[in-house]
């Protein structure tokens, strides 16, 4: 790893067509940091989550890592899982070792086995994606994430569609595994304002741009006045 | 209306050529791949499975009808006992390949290009990208490289039933000499009928496979309504193509088969 401390986005753009999804993005992320980024669907959170991930070209600018070009390794863990349907639970977390790294037979047995275990998965070890719940899916696609020690993780809605206690149950996750193995994570959340206890910075995108950004304590006690109805949504008089 | 002609004219070439494109990756993107046997073995037993019944069956009865319909051309012409010879070259040659290729797409092809399309859209591919695995070595060089195998191994199986089919007819039906039927077909048979035949397999093989993984690879671009609509349209668009480049092909194939 470098002596890089920071994650550089300068001046990312992504357009489709005629419709300017992202319209220059600076970001200075701190690496080992939690960095979530709120914002309302369709503003692009996930094309910046691919932007960073090299998964889709930015149009225009930059990311580094300190000298380096271009993000560190990074493992994603995709809105909608991603899981690959043929293969059992075991099977979909063993496959980033199994077809790349150093790592022998014997020893992705025993990685797979003790992060089944960390996650409560070992009873589905052999069920297919099919047959368990939504939120075992999530910690499948977290295994997975997690299987390859990566420098950053990139989080798309981790918790969308899970109950309130598996929901703090993946943050909790989150959070402890991102103590003891240093990583970063950038995360999109819609759980405002759970989110903000796990998370060291906010970035409110919006229009293309990064309306906000600073610690969750900074955005509660004052908040611009057009999050607001994002922090505390509530029913127009009827 | 001619510019109208040119515009497809230019879409069919730039496809033609990414299509080109992607299968050039295809074909050597295996071994970059680990554990190439398994995926092999699966892919080879994969195609296998869906398509040995059908082929079959298929073979079966082509060779039945085959049998009777030549039989009544080759009475008019008092000559029977070529019932063996006209039936096997005829299978050997055109019919085991084309019928086997188009059997496979129906059963296979359609099957692979529905299932990429699926993953494309569950963002399994993006995943793959992610992981640093090459997806189209994962999931289509392997398919690509059984097919190279399976389609040949199902022609033969093809020709032979079809070839006992003609026999079923010709001989225990109709009559004609046994002795006669097989002796001719060992006479007029030769190796290189045999190889041309394979080699139509092969190609075929490699055209369909590369089509319909193709279209289900890039469903998210082809599509008008990406996702389980897209996925259908692509699929369909996939059998449809590779039915008619398996008849390009084998028009092409068989003219430099005959000039040579
Ligand atoms: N591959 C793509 N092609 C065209 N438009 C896209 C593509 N990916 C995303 N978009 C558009 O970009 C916008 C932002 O999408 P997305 O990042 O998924 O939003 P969200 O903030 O909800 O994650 C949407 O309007 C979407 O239609
Ligand atoms: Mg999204």
């Not at chain 1, 220059?24 to 959170?45: A, C, E, N, Q, Y």
């Not at chain 2, 290009?113 to 591919?125: C, K, M, T, V």
């Not at chain 2, 990406?226 to 028009?251: C, E, H, K, N, W």
């Amino acid at each position: 790893m470098s002596e890089a401390t920071t994650l550089k986005l300068r001046g990312l753009k992504k357009a489709f067509g005629e419709q300017v999804v992202l319209g220059g993005i600076d970001m200075d992320i701190p690496l080992g940091s939690h960095t979530t980024v709120i914002g309302k669907s369709g503003t692009g959170k996930s094309v910046l989550l691919k932007c960073i991930s090299g998964l889709m070209a930015p149009d225009a600018g930059s990311i580094a890592a300190g000298d380096e070009k271009g993000a560190p390794p990074c493992s994603y863990m995709f809105q909608q899982n991603a899981l690959f349907d043929s293969m059992t639970v075991e099977e979909n977390v063993a496959l980033p070792l199994r077809e790349k790294g150093k790592a022998k037979a014997t020893e992705i047995k025993k990685r797979v086995s003790d992060l089944l275990e960390q996650l409560d998965l070992t009873a589905a070890r052999k069920k297919y994606p099919a047959e368990i719940s939504g939120g075992m899916k999530k910690r499948v696609a977290l295994a997975r994430a997690l299987i390859t020690n990566p420098e950053i993780i990139l989080f798309d809605e981790p918790t969308t569609g899970l109950d309130p206690q598996r929901k703090y149950s993946v943050f909790d996750m989150i959070r402890s595994y991102r103590k003891r193995f240093g990583f970063t994570v950038i995360m999109v959340s819609h759980d405002v304002p759970e989110v903000f206890e796990i998370s060291d910075k906010i970035a409110w995108l919006d229009a293309g741009e990064i309306k906000y950004w600073g610690t969750p304590d900074d955005l509660l006690a004052n908040p611009p006045e057009d999050l607001k109805p994002f922090l505390n949504p509530q029913l127009s008089p009827a | 209306m001619i510019s109208k002609v040119g515009r497809h004219s230019i879409r069919l070439v730039s496809e033609l050529g990414e299509l080109a494109g992607f299968s050039g990756k295809a074909s050597v993107a295996l071994p970059g791949q680990r554990h190439i046997m398994e995926k092999l073995t699966r892919s080879i037993f994969e195609i296998g499975v869906r398509c040995v019944p059908i082929t079959l069956i298929v073979g079966l009865f082509t060779g039945l009808v085959l049998g009777l319909q030549l039989y009544y051309v080759l009475t008019k012409f008092s000559s029977e006992s070529l019932l063996g010879q006209a039936v096997a070259l005829s299978i050997i040659l055109e019919i085991g390949p084309v019928f086997t290729a188009i059997m496979i797409v129906g059963q296979a092809g359609s099957a692979l290009s529905a299932e990429i399309g699926i993953q494309r859209n569950a963002e399994q591919i993006d995943a793959l990208h992610t992981m640093q695995i090459n997806p189209i070595g994962f999931l289509v060089s392997p398919r690509l490289w059984a097919a190279i195998i399976a389609f040949p191994i199902l022609t033969t199986f093809f020709d032979l039933i079809g070839i006992y089919g003609g026999y079923l007819t010709g001989v225990e039906l109709l009559g004609v000499d046994p002795g006669a039927y097989w002796n001719r077909i060992y006479e007029a048979v030769s190796v290189q009928n045999i190889v041309n035949g394979l080699l139509k397999a092969l190609v075929f093989g490699i055209v369909t496979t590369m089509i319909c993984a193709f279209q289900g690879y890039y469903t998210h671009l082809k599509s008008d309504i990406p996702g389980a609509r897209g996925v259908s349209q692509t699929t369909t668009r996939a059998v449809v193509y590779s039915s008619i480049a398996i008849l390009m092909f084998d028009y092409l194939i068989t003219s430099f088969q005959m000039a040579s």
